[in-house]
C-alpha cells in the first residue's frame, strides 16, 4: 500500500524536534533534506495542532509537550515555556522592556523563556536557555521565596545553611536580611532585585549586567509554577515608573499563564 509522503515528512520532523533543546529551521532544513518553504508549511501545521512550538528567545523550534502531573520536571519547564512564550510577547510589546520566565529548580533559578531578543536590550552573551541564577538576590529568586509553599521554602533554606552561598552578598542576605526582605515581597505583592546583584554567580564587582528588575509569581493551587519579571537597564533609574505603568500588565500576563496551564 502506499505511503503519504505529506504525512511522513510530518512525521520525519516531529521526530527532528524531540530533543529538549530544539532545532532552527537550518538545522531542520540540514537534517531532513527538505526545503525550507516546505519545512516551514509542515512545522505551522504542527503548531496549529499544538505539537511544536517556536522560543522567541531563540527562535528554535521544539515538540509541544502536554502538562501532566507524571512529567519528568524537564517536561513541565518545556510546556510552562511553551504556554507562556506569546504572552511575554505581548507583554514586551505593551511595555517594550522584555521579561523571562525562570523555573525554581536544584536551589537556583532557572531560564526557561525570555523576550530579549524582541526588544533592543544588550544581551548578557551569558544568558541562555537554561542559565542559572541566584535565588537570593534575584528579583525571580525572591518572589519564588515569598509565595511558594513553606515546606518548599524550608528545604531551600535548609540545603544554603548547609552549604551557603558563594557570593559574600548573597551569603549575608541569606543570613541577616531574608525575613524582612520576603516580609516585604509579600506586603507589595512583587519582589525586586537586589541593589548589589550583577546577574550571575559572582559578585557585581567580578560581573554586572547593569540591569534592574521586578517579578512576581505563576500561582495555581497554592503552588508557584514559575516567575516572570521585567527588566530594564539599572542606569535609567526607572523602577518606579515601571511598577507604576506595567506591575498590573506583568500581574496579569502571570495569571493568563496560570489560567492557559489549567486548560
Known amino acids: 500500500m ?7 515528512r510530518g512525521l520525519e520532523v516531529l521526530r527532528l524536534l524531540r530533543q529538549h533543546e530544539g532545532r532552527s529551521l537550518q538545522q531542520l532544513h540540514e537534517a531532513s533534506g527538505l526545503p525550507k518553504p516546505t519545512l516551514l508549511r509542515i512545522l505551522h501545521t504542527l503548531e496549529q495542532a499544538g505539537l511544536a512550538w517556536r522560543a522567541i528567545y531563540d527562535g528554535h523550534w521544539r515538540r509541544g509537550v502536554s502538562l501532566q502531573s507524571d512529567e519528568r520536571p524537564s517536561e513541565r519547564a518545556l510546556r510552562l515555556a511553551e504556554i507562556a512564550a506569546p504572552h511575554l510577547a505581548a507583554l514586551q510589546r505593551k511595555a517594550l522592556w522584555p521579561s523571562d520566565l525562570l523555573i525554581y529548580n536544584d536551589y537556583m533559578m532557572e531560564l526557561a523563556e525570555s523576550s530579549r531578543r524582541l526588544s ?9 536557555i537554561g542559565f542559572r541564577i541566584d535565588l537570593f538576590l534575584s528579583a525571580p529568586g525572591r518572589a519564588w521565596l515569598a509565595f511558594c509553599p513553606d515546606v518548599e521554602r524550608e528545604s531551600a533554606l535548609a540545603h544554603y545553611r548547609a552549604h551557603p552561598p558563594h557570593n559574600a552578598r548573597s551569603a549575608h542576605v541569606l543570613k541577616r536580611e531574608l525575613p524582612a526582605i520576603l516580609d516585604e ?3 507589595r505583592g512583587y519582589a ?4 548589589i546583584f550583577g546577574g550571575s554567580e559572582e559578585d557585581i564587582s567580578e560581573f554586572d549586567d547593569g540591569l534592574d528588575a521586578i517579578a512576581v509569581p505563576i500561582l495555581a493551587d497554592g503552588n508557584v509554577l514559575g516567575c516572570i519579571n521585567l ?5 535609567y533609574g526607572l523602577r518606579g515608573k515601571v511598577v507604576e505603568a506595567h506591575l498590573d500588565d506583568l500581574r496579569a500576563t502571570a495569571c493568563a499563564v496560570a489560567a492557559d496551564l489549567k486548560r
Do not use: C, Q
Not at 527588566?231 to 542606569?235: G, L, S
Open 231 to 235: 527588566v530594564w537597564p539599572r542606569r
Open 192 to 195: 525586586v532585585r537586589d541593589a
Open 120 to 128: 533592543g536590550l544588550a544581551m548578557n552573551p551569558r544568558y541562555r
Open 2 to 8: 502506499k505511503s503519504i509522503r505529506a504525512l511522513e
Open 185 to 187: 515581597t509579600r506586603r
